[in-house]
C-alpha cells in the first residue's frame, strides 16, 4: 500500500474459512470470563469439559469444511488441505491434553484456570500459523503460540525448574522472533511486499537481500524447533515444563513452528534450490548426529525424550531439504505423525510422574511391565516408532524421508540419517530392555487413574500403529494437499 | 534535501541488533538481559521503518507497531517470570539459575 | 531588549513561588514527624528510608499493567486517521479491541494487582 493512497470501503471478510479458529478463540474467551466468575472447586469441573467442548467443535468444524479454500482478511489468512491436516493434529492433541493435565496439576497441588484459556490462545495461533503465508500474521501467531509457551510452562506451583525452563525459553525464543523478523525486513525490502506468495515469485535485480532474508527467517524458526546449533533452551524448558504441556511443545508447537517452513517449499524457485540445500541439509545433518549422541548419555527421562525430539527436528529438515513434491508429502506425514509419538510418549510420563517416588530417572523405569503392564506396551510402542521399527508410523516416515532424500540424490545426508538412527538405537532398546528384561528395583503402583486417560492413550497408540498399517488414511489427503500447494 | 539511503538506517539497526545479542550473551542480570532482547526487537523496528521511508510504503511500519505492542507483551511475560524467580530464590543472576544440567 | 518581557515573567514567577512557600512556613502547621525529612514516595507509605534497596515487588507489577495498556492503546492512533473510511466496520472491530483490553485490566483487577497499598515493611 503506497502512502496517500486513497483509502477504498472496507469490505466484510470471509469468515467461512476462519471458523474453526473463531471457535477456539471464543472458547476461550468464555473460559477466561468463567474463570473471573466461578468459584474455585465450580472452576475445576466445569473449566475442563468447556474447553473440550469447543475444541471438539472446532475438529468437527476442520473436518465438515475442509473443501474450502481460498483467502480471507485480505490474502492475510489462507485455508487449504495442509492447514486441515495440521489442524487436524493440532486439535486432536490439545484435546488429549487436556484429558491428561487435569489429574497432573491436581496430583502436583497446583490449578490454575489460566492454564485452560492459555491453552486455548496458543492452540488458536498454532491454527492460524499453520495456515497463513503473511509475515505479519506469521510473526503475530508465532508470538501468540510462544507467549501461551512460555506462561504454561512456568505455571507449575512449587517448582524451581519451570520458572529456570520458562525463562531460557523466553530469552531464547525472543531472540528466534527477533532474527526471523529481521529476515522479515530483507524480505520486504526485496519485494516491497509482506506475503510469502508475492516474494518469493517476485523476480528483482538484487537478490542478496532475499537470500540474506531467507537465510535469517531459517534461522529464527531453526530456534523455535530447536535445530543444532540453537538447541540450548530446548532441553531445559521441556524438561522444566509440567509434562502434559511438555507434550504440547513437542507435538503442536513443534508442528506448527514447522509449517510456515514447509510452506516456503514448495514456493523456492530454482536457483535458491542450491543455497536451500546447503543451508537446510547441513543443519540437518548436525541436528540428527548431536541430537542422538547427547541423547545417549541422558539419565532423566524427559531429557532423553527432549534430544530425541532434537533430532527428530534434524530428520524433517532433512526432508525439507528436498524441494519437491515427494519430499513435501514425506515432511508433512513425518510432522503428523510424530506429534502422535512425542505426545503419546510425554503422556506416559505424565501418567507415572503421579506416582510418589518416581524421580524421572531411567532406573525408576526397570521392570516396569511387572508393575503397571499397559503402560509398559504403550511405551514400549512410543519408543519402537520413535526408533523407526517396522509396524508403527515412525518407520513409514523415515522410510519416506529416505526415499524423498534418494529421489534428489542426496546420498550424503541420508548415509547420516542411516547413521544417526543406528546411533539412536542405543537409547531406545536400553529403555525397552530397562522395561522388559530387568527386574524391577522399586515398588510403583499407580492408583486413580481417570478412564478417559486409558481411553486417550490407548487411541494414540493404536494411531502409532494403524496409521501405518494403514498410511492412505491420512496419505490421500497429504497427497493431494501437497501437490495443491506445488501447482501454483 | 539530501535522503538518507536505505543501506544507513540497515547499518544503525544491524548495530543495535548486534548490540542486543552481545548484550544477551555478555550479561548475567535477568533484567538485563530481557532488556537487550528488547533492543534486539526494536533494531528490527528500525530497519522496517527505514525500509518503509525509502520505498513509500505503510506495510512495514504496521510491522513495526506489532512488533512494539509484541515485545510489550513478551516484556510482561519476562518480567513476570523474573519476579517468580526472584520470590522463589531471591537471585538476579543468570549464573544462579542453573538447576538442569545434562 | 526584546526579552524584558521574558525576564519580568521569570521573576514574577520565581516570586510568587517563593510567596507561596513562605506563606506555607509561617501558617501552616507544624507536625515534627521523623517522616518528614524522608525522600517523597508518591503517596505510598514510606518503606525504605535511604531509597537504596530494591523496589517493591509490587512496582514491578504495575510497571508491567503499565507497560501493557499503554503500547496497546499505540494500536488507537492508526485507527483514529483512517477511521472515516472504515465505517461501522471499523468502529466494531476497534470496539472488539478495547473489550479484549478491558478484560485484560478486569483480569488484573480481580486477582488483586491493583491492590498497590502495599503493607509497610520495617526499617
Redesign the interface.
Known sequence: MQVNQPIEAVEFPRLDVFIPELIVLITAFVIFTLDLILSSPMKRRILPIITATGYSLSLATVILLNKLKGDTFYKSFTADHLGTVVKTFEILIALTVIVFAQKYYSSRNSFYGEFYYILSFTLAGAMILSSSYNLIVIYVALELVSIGFYILTALLRNSFISKEGAFKYLILGGLSVALASYGAVFMYIYAGSLDLREILSYKGEDQHYLILGLVLFLIGFAIKIGAVPFHFWLPDAYQGAPTPVTALMASVGKLAFFIPIVRIMPLLREEFSDVWIITVGIIAAITMIYGNMVALVQKDIKRLLAYSSIAHSGYILAGIAVTEVIGLKAVVYFLVVYTIMAAGSFFVIALLERMGNWKNLLQDLSGMRFNLPFLALSFMIYMFALLGVPPTVGFVGKTLVFMALSFDKLWWLAIVMIISTGISTGYYVRIVVLMYMKDKEKEFSLKGTNPLEIISLTFLTLLTVGLAVMPELILNLINSASESLFLR | MKTIPVEAYFAVSTALFVLGLLGMIVRRNLVTVLMSLELALNAVNVAFVGADYHMGLVEGQIFALFIIALAAAEAAVGLGIIIAIFRYRLVDSTDEITDMRG | MEYIGFLMFFAVMIGIALVMISLNWLFGPKTPQEYEDYPYECGVPLYDKCAQTTFH?GY??L??LL??F???A??LF?WTV?YR???I??FIEMFLFILILT?GL??AW?KGALNWQFEREEF
Open positions: 515487588q514491578y507489577l510497571g508491567l507497560l501493557l499503554d503500547i496497546e499505540a494500536f492508526p483512517v473510511w472504515l465505517g466496520f471499523g478484560y478486569l483480569y480481580k
